[in-house]
T-cell receptor, first 116, second 109 residues
């Protein structure tokens, strides 16, 4: 979805390095999410944010941190990357105002991260 | 037991047939249910959402929900080769979204 962008699209890094993945959206949505996708495991929620001052842990938050710099920007950081964090990472957004609690999410194009 | 289970497939159907995708979930108080389509190398795309028992139709797609049986399904009528993708079932409770591993569907011309 062109309304949700992720940078970088691909990244190769080494064990122990700090890395930040960025997500921006022009949809005007208030809620933003970070997921990782691994073969055979599906998508798993890492963190989510309902507004700039709200950050919540998801299913697999260990080893990750996030920052909601503005309503439109949500960043995911790996403070010290390890090989099992190699995965496809997706940012998603949803709108609590018009959806009346229906958490229909819209995904960015993904970032493929490889940790050597 | 996985929280959201789908047949891993692959599921193969001929063009024009009905494709049936199934999903079961373990949390009885789940509130919202979604089907996403994901083409190879692309991001998931929402195609159906359903919140109450019964059927919901949108074009060639029908979602069916049975909360008593903890079962949600997606039917694709008149399947087209362009429907070939992985279909992800997602189940939500209190803003916590859980996804199945997906079922790969191939529609053969």
């Amino acid at each position: 979805d062109a309304d949700v962008t992720q940078t970088p699209r691909n990244r190769i890094t080494k064990t122990g390095k700090r890395i930040m993945l960025e997500c921006s959206q022009t949809k005007g949505h208030d809620r933003m999410y970070w997921y990782r996708q691994d073969p055979g495991l599906g998508l798993r929620l890492i963190y989510y944010s309902f507004d700039v001052k709200d950050i919540n842990k998801g299913e697999i938050s260990d080893g990750y941190s996030v920052s909601r710099q503005a309503q439109a920007k949500f960043s995911l950081s790996l403070e010290s990357a390890i090989p099992n964090q190699t995965a496809l990472y997706f940012c998603a957004t949803s709108d609590s105002w018009t959806s009346r609690g229906r958490n229909e999410q819209f995904f960015g194009p993904g970032t493929r991260l490889t940790v050597l | 037991q996985k929280e959201v289970e789908q047949n891993s497939g692959p599921l193969s159907v001929p063009e024009g047939a009905i494709a049936s995708l199934n999903c079961t979930y373990s949390d009885r108080v789940s509130q919202s249910f979604f089907w996403y389509r994901q083409y190879s190398g692309k991001s998931p795309e929402l195609i159906m959402s359903i919140y109450s028992n019964g059927d919901k139709e949108d074009g060639r797609f029908t979602a069916q929900l049975n909360k008593a049986s903890q079962y949600v399904s997606l039917l694709i009528r008149d399947s087209q080769p362009s429907d070939s993708a992985t279909y992800l079932c997602a189940v939500e409770r209190d803003n916590d979204m859980r996804f199945g591993a997906g079922t790969r569907l191939t529609v053969k011309p």
